[in-house]
Nanobody
Framework: QVQLVESGGGLVQPGGSLRLSCAAS????????MGWYRQAPGKQRELVAR???????NYADSVKGRFTISRDNAKNTLYLQMNSLKPEDTAVYYC????????????WGQGTQVTVSS
């Protein structure tokens, strides 16, 4: 049993910044890949960024250079620093984590709303 809880979303102006957090709890030894997904109204869910247990990262082209994903393994927490936000970044952001042993098993948070608007 693993639980993921996102926080840090809110309303910001274009060009502003937000930092999202995802706290993992429950039966945790370690986690494999962790990532952030987002889903905008009327759109499919998409991968925003992902980080491995060793710290290697991948980003969607649309956010590369603006967003930074990181993890604190000691705290079982995932972060997404979002800078230079654009209206098209508006979406519900979801935290995702991979079971390190049974890699087909994934966990999801409840989502946090990010709205970028003047």
């Amino acid at each position: 049993q693993v639980q993921l809880v996102e926080s840090g979303g809110g309303l910001v102006q274009p060009g502003g910044s937000l930092r999202l957090s995802c706290a993992a709890s429950g039966s945790i030894f370690s986690l494999g890949y962790m990532g952030w997904y987002r889903q905008a109204p009327g759109k499919q869910r998409e991968l925003v960024a992902r980080v491995s247990s060793g710290g290697s990262t991948n980003y969607a082209d649309s956010v590369k250079g603006r967003f930074t994903i990181s993890r604190d393994n000691a705290k079982n927490t995932l972060y997404l620093q979002m800078n230079s936000l654009k209206p098209e970044d508006t979406a519900v952001y979801y935290c995702n984590a991979q079971n390190p042993v049974f890699t087909r098993v994934e966990y999801w948070g409840q989502g946090t709303q990010v709205t970028v608007s003047s």
